[in-house]
């Protein structure tokens, strides 16, 4: 069965440094990947897209690397802030099934002052 | 500018009752159209998704329906809920063209007693 795993289910770091998340997948082969930020009670906002055939894809403070052969994805966020605080959802897109989003669990991030 | 709209945000409602959960988007034309679950620990799971007016795939078996009456209106029903439907439900559209992330709604937040 098709598996997502986000490396840790909680990761804390000190503002202004750079939080590295990790997804990782199996049995998959993503045409597009994901990732979102979810506050408490809110829905997932959209951060980034990132194609199979690209290795790297970056927006202001974030960037996204997409390793087909590793299976996996690493989403960074340089000179965090406290205002990053939040859950990070990877999400994978099937070339098979284009237009339908499957989840990992989430990697909650704090960031302290 | 598109938006999405999902009421009400919360729900409790006894075992064995009706549900009907309705999103609605604007500003656009012929989305597709998501339902998501979000049980507490769990990733997000995919539900429904909805292509085009009257057209409805069902990702798992459940005790949940989906109807899409109008090209901008998407419901979530059932017929008598489970302790188990309990969770946090998020209607989702995706532009044109795959390059786009999802764009979820507010949520719901469904307590079955």
């Known amino acids: 069965s098709q598996k997502i795993e986000q490396n840790s289910e909680a990761l804390n770091i000190q503002e202004g440094k750079t939080a590295t998340l990790t997804c990782n997948y199996t049995?998959?082969?993503?045409?597009?990947l994901q990732w979102y930020r979810q506050d408490p009670g809110r829905g997932p906002v959209f951060l980034l897209l990132?194609?199979?055939?690209?290795k790297e894809k970056r927006k202001e403070r974030l960037k996204v690397t997409f390793d087909t052969t590793l299976k996996q994805s690493l989403f960074h966020i340089t000179a965090s802030q406290p205002a990053d605080s939040a859950t990070y959802l990877c999400?994978?897109?099937?070339?098979?099934?284009?237009?339908?989003?499957?989840f990992g669990r989430g990697t909650q991030l704090t960031v302290w002052p | 500018s598109q938006t999405i709209h999902q009421w009400p945000a919360t729900l409790v409602q006894p075992v064995g009752s009706p549900l009907s959960l309705e999103c609605t988007v604007e500003?656009?034309?012929?989305?597709?159209l998501y339902w998501y679950r979000q049980a507490a620990g769990r990733g997000l799971q995919l539900l429904f998704y909805?292509?085009?007016?009257?057209?409805i795939s069902s990702e798992v078996p459940q005790n949940l329906s989906a109807s899409r009456p109008q090209d901008r209106q998407f419901i979530l029903s059932s017929k008598k809920l489970l302790l188990s439907d309990s969770g946090f439900y998020l209607c989702?559209?995706?532009?044109?063209?795959?390059?786009?992330?999802?764009?979820f709604g507010s949520g719901t937040r469904l307590t079955v007693v």
């Open positions: 999400a994978l897109e099937r070339g098979s099934t284009l237009g339908r989003l499957y």
């Open positions: 909805s292509v085009g007016i009257g057209q």
């Open positions: 500003g656009t034309s012929n989305p597709n």
């Open positions: 049995n998959y082969s993503p045409a597009y």
């Open positions: 990132i194609r199979e055939n690209e």
């Open positions: 989702a559209w995706r532009g044109a063209g795959l390059k786009y992330g999802y764009t």
